[in-house]
């Protein structure tokens, strides 16, 4: 009799249960996605009762969907407008944060896979192996990929015949979306709509890019390690007294690995002073990490450089450029020309945003609209006027001529000589 009624309980319980979990389940979804997502209680509450607000089909969508979490983070910011409340700023940089990374992945998921995909007019930046960087842009895209013969300071030192069969690297920076880089085969060369051009086989293997990042070199640089040990102090300031002798083993503008003597310590902040081609260099910033060799009783440390004046940074980058190897100074290069191009069309659509309300400004400054209105007579004679000087153009054959100069860079070149440190003098106070 007992266990009969603790079965129907049982079974009345499991009933409710489920009926409690069918009616909230969207709800109880998205509690749980929240919570994996890194949100708080209140915080997902919030949340939910925006995905409401905003009609969302699925509002669990909020945490994986750009659009979805947009129209949300809109909502909610309508709603904590007037409520300048240090929790729902707290809730808008968090989701902020989380639209920046749901972004980030989105953007290592999109891309192109083809060279099938690039529009016409798309900048090239071409490397061919020995001889440097070349500029050119697609002119065609169907079976081959066609392109203008390549130039390189404004000249084509090579002509179309003397690219085919070569094995080239192609960098490219596609509008709204990434860098890319790949390698093909120029094919044959001729004429396309009445123009030299290149003619180079499809990839299919596009590897997308980051920016250029600080290139190292290695070397063998001696110089003088300052301990930071005061709070506040003059960092561009020489140092005249004698530090801690160190050798650098390799360099960019960015950091150094540097040897000395005894046991070094991580996260000391110091100053280092070096010349490069017989002309001091400062660098101050923080040691990240230590490499002990107790045999050698010798460290490595893994200097991060926080400040250096672009003087310097310009020496360093000069030495490091001259110290790499061809193949590595063409790769550079057109990473540095690629991110130009991008720079450069980001400038562009600026300027092209501010077009029409700088145009608006400077047809109706304030206060002289009225004033500089030109009466209907005036208009006419203008008209006119203009027709006539039309009519004269259209009669007479008009030429023009174009000039062009070209001017020839020329490389630094780097030496290094310093003096061989005492082989006594070891940094034993970190």
């Not at 069918?22 to 109880?28: E, L, S």
């Not at 904590?80 to 992945?105: G, P, V, W």
């Not at 004679?381 to 039309?390: Q, R």
Request: glycine residues 6%; hydrophobic residues 35%.
């Amino acid at each position: 009799m007992y266990t009969v009624t603790f079965l129907i309980i049982l079974v009345i319980i499991l009933a409710i249960m489920g009926a409690v979990y069918t009616a909230f389940k969207p709800r109880i979804n998205f509690f749980i996605t929240g919570l994996d997502s890194g949100f708080s209680f209140p915080e997902i509450s919030m949340l939910w009762n925006a995905a409401e607000l905003c009609n969302l089909e699925q509002p669990t969508s909020l945490f994986y969907s750009l659009p979805s979490l947009t129209k949300c983070m809109t909502q909610i910011s309508n709603i904590t407008s007037a409520d300048n409340n240090q929790k729902n700023q707290l809730l808008m940089t968090k989701l902020f944060n989380y639209r920046t990374k749901i972004q980030n992945e989105a953007d290592e998921k999109k891309g192109m896979t083809t060279t099938h995909s690039l529009d016409k007019g798309q900048p090239l930046r071409i490397i061919l192996p020995g001889k440097g960087v070349f500029v050119s842009e697609i002119v065609g895209n169907g079976n081959f990929l066609v392109i203008n013969v390549p130039r390189q300071k404004n000249l084509i030192p090579f002509t179309g015949e003397d690219w085919v069969g070569k094995v080239i690297s192609v960098y490219l920076w596609r509008k709204g979306d990434a860098r890319y880089v790949f390698d093909t085969t120029v094919t044959q060369s001729g004429l396309f709509l009445g123009k030299s051009a290149l003619f180079l086989k499809h990839s299919s293997n596009l590897v997308r890019t980051q920016k250029r990042k600080a290139v190292r070199v290695k070397c063998q640089i001696y110089g003088m390690l300052y301990i930071i040990k005061k709070e506040k102090i003059d960092i561009n300031a020489i140092e005249t007294q004698n530090g801690f002798r160190c050798l650098i083993e390799d360099i960019s503008e960015a950091g150094a690995l540097i040897r000395i003597g005894g046991k070094g310590v991580q996260n000391v902040k110091i100053k280092l002073q070096f010349n490069i081609q017989n002309k001091l260099i400062l660098m101050v910033g923080i040691v990240r990490t230590v490499e002990f060799n107790e045999e050698q009783n010798q460290s490595l440390l893994h200097f991060e450089c926080t400040h250096i004046e672009t003087s310097m940074r310009n020496e360093v980058l000069k030495f490091v450029y001259n110290m790499m190897p061809e193949n590595e100074k063409e790769v550079m290069e057109a990473l540095e020309q690629t991110e130009d191009d991008e720079k450069e069309a980001l400038e562009q659509a600026q300027e092209n945003a501010d077009k029409p309300e700088n145009a608006e400004k400077s047809e109706n400054p304030e206060g002289t609209v009225e004033e500089n209105k030109p009466s209907e007579n005036e208009t006419e004679a203008a008209v006119a006027t203009e027709t006539n000087e039309i009519a004269q153009d259209l009669a007479e054959a008009t030429g023009r001529s174009i000039s062009t100069s070209e001017t020839q860079d020329s490389k630094p070149k780097s030496d290094s000589s310093d003096d061989i440190p005492n082989k006594a003098d070891e940094i034993n106070v970190f």
